[in-house]
């Protein structure tokens, strides 16, 4: 039996009996040492072995609040830096109504007061307590073209063709459905008691089936600026569409996201989505069916790859080599994040650093490792040898996917909230109206009135505006 071998088998705990202790002691001091930091990592956390809710495939995001370690104190004080001017809403420019507050007695001894001249002003906002829908009609005459032979008549441009709801209702109830997140039971409550606008579900249902139909052009237009972007990040997660398991994938820029609901989280998904060789830089993790995509050069997350190692080094059981390897991979890693994140490095010796980072991982990977989670990453590390630096060579490639995991968390919350899509076509609206409310947003764009100006535009003309491009902050 080896050392890893009995280490690993002899249980190190309160069980451990003296013959056991004395066969590790045999084995020599590598067997010692190893128990030794077996026994350390069990004391310091207690929880990660014993309780059932962590086991060594849970992802490090899914621990429980219970189970994770406490937070460090707050670094730095909230709030702007000292000798920096403040931030608050601004003053309204108009003034709708004015009252004078004024007492008529002392409120503590109830005598009677000496007026003066002393008075300061206070502004404050609400809500009016009634708000009531306006209900408009429209009269609308038709007229006989004799050039034409036929009798015409205006386009009403408020609303969708047969719709007794306005587009602003209708685009600020998808808005807080696909953009927000809330539910249609919600969104129903909002309308009825707070909006007095009495909606139904099913009426709001078929009104975004409609605005979906009439953004589709948005949604193409979104996926051709992702396939012609320098950069573009990627990633998935778990979607249900009637009970049944799909994938939401997320492809993202900083000013596009496009989202795509499949049943398939393989290469026919992206292959749906990249119809044609990607010629720029796609930032993902290691799932492998983004290897099937042809593009021009790769980034894989480094992020992901430490957290491997620290979920092996908690719940897995590490053997003797392993100390070794992850110390030369966790710094060949943060030396070259190091590199990164230095912009006073001369390009020659920026240049000769990058080369000797690429010789550091060659030799990493001929290495004869024995250990077993060693042995899996290292054909991780020779299979994505090409894909692990290349935030190094591109300025604009960052060395983590952290922006595709950003850009998807709000539909996770989503998620959480409506359990998924009943039908495919929900699944078909889902996604394109997320699409288009996040893309708007991060363009800078009120996605309230942007949709319904194009919408009136749509209606007049018949054709929908270009989307919207990103605003460009003065100064």
């Known amino acids: 039996m080896t050392d890893q071998t009995l280490a690993t088998a002899v249980p190190l705990g309160p069980a451990l009996t003296e013959r056991q202790a004395r066969q590790i002691y045999r084995q020599g001091e590598e067997a010692v040492v190893f128990a030794l930091l077996t026994l350390a990592r069990m004391r310091a956390e207690p929880h990660a072995s014993s309780n059932p809710a962590v086991t060594p495939t849970t992802p490090s995001a899914m621990i429980p609040p219970f189970l994770k370690p406490k937070a460090e104190g707050r670094r730095k004080r909230p709030g702007r830096e000292q000798g920096h001017s403040g931030s608050r809403r601004p003053t309204p420019e108009a003034i709708d109504h004015h009252v004078d507050h004024r007492l008529e007695t002392c409120p503590d001894c109830h005598g009677s007061l000496t007026r003066t001249n002393q008075a300061r002003t206070r502004v404050t906002e609400d809500i009016p307590e009634a708000i009531t829908p ?3 009609e429209h ?4 007229d006989w073209c004799p050039r034409c032979q036929k009798a015409v008549e205006p386009v009403v441009t408020e609303a969708l063709p047969g719709s ?4 602003r209702t209708l685009v600020l109830s998808a808005w807080l459905h696909y953009g927000l997140g809330n539910t249609l ?34 949604y193409l237009e979104i996926q051709a600026e992702a396939l012609g972007s320098a950069v573009l990040h990627a990633d998935e997660t778990g979607w249900r569409v009637n009970g049944t398991t799909h994938w939401l ?8 996201t496009y989202f795509m609901i499949d049943r398939s989280r393989g290469s026919p998904a992206l292959a749906e989505f990249f119809k044609d060789e990607f010629n720029g830089t796609l930032v993902t993790d290691f799932w492998g069916a983004y290897n099937k ?34 110390k030369k991979l966790r710094r060949l890693l943060g030396d070259a994040i190091r590199l990164k994140k230095r912009d006073d490095v001369p390009a020659e010796e920026y240049a ?3 080369a000797r980072l690429a010789v550091r991982l060659d030799e990493l990977i001929a290495t004869q490792w024995e250990d077993k989670d060693a042995k899996r990453l290292i054909k991780r590390l020779r299979r994505h040898r090409d894909d692990l630096f290349t935030f190094l060579d591109e300025p604009d490639v960052p060395f983590d996917n952290n922006h595709a995991e950003r850009a998807i968390r709000p539909a996770v919350m989503i998620r959480k909230n409506s359990f998924g899509n009943r039908s495919g076509r929900g699944a078909d609206t889902q996604a394109v109206l997320m699409s288009v409310y996040r893309t708007l947003q991060q363009r800078g764009h009120a996605p309230l ?19 919207p491009a990103k605003i460009t902050p003065i100064g």
């Not at 009269?139 to 038709?142: A, F, K, M, Q, S």
């Not at 007794?164 to 587009?167: D, P, Q």
Request: charged letters at 15%.
């Open 185 to 218: 039971s919600q969104i129903v409550a909002v309308f009825n008691h707070h909006l007095r606008l009495k909606v139904t579900p099913g009426g709001l249902i078929q009104m975004w089936y409609r605005l979906q139909a009439i953004l589709f052009a948005w």
């Open 449 to 467: 009135k942007t949709v319904v100006d194009a919408l009136t535009t749509y209606l007049a003309t018949g054709k929908l505006p270009p989307l």
């Open 293 to 326: 995509v042809a593009c021009a050069r790769r980034q894989t997350c480094l992020v992901h790859l430490l957290r491997e190692l620290k979920t092996v080094e908690k719940y897995g059981r590490p053997g003797l080599h392993w100390p070794a390897f992850v």
């Open 352 to 354: 000769s650093r990058r």
């Open 164 to 167: 007794t709801l306005g587009n």
């Open 249 to 256: 994938w997320c492809f993202t820029t900083t000013d596009l």
């Open 134 to 136: 306006v209900v408009t």
């Open 139 to 142: 009269t609308i005459h038709r």
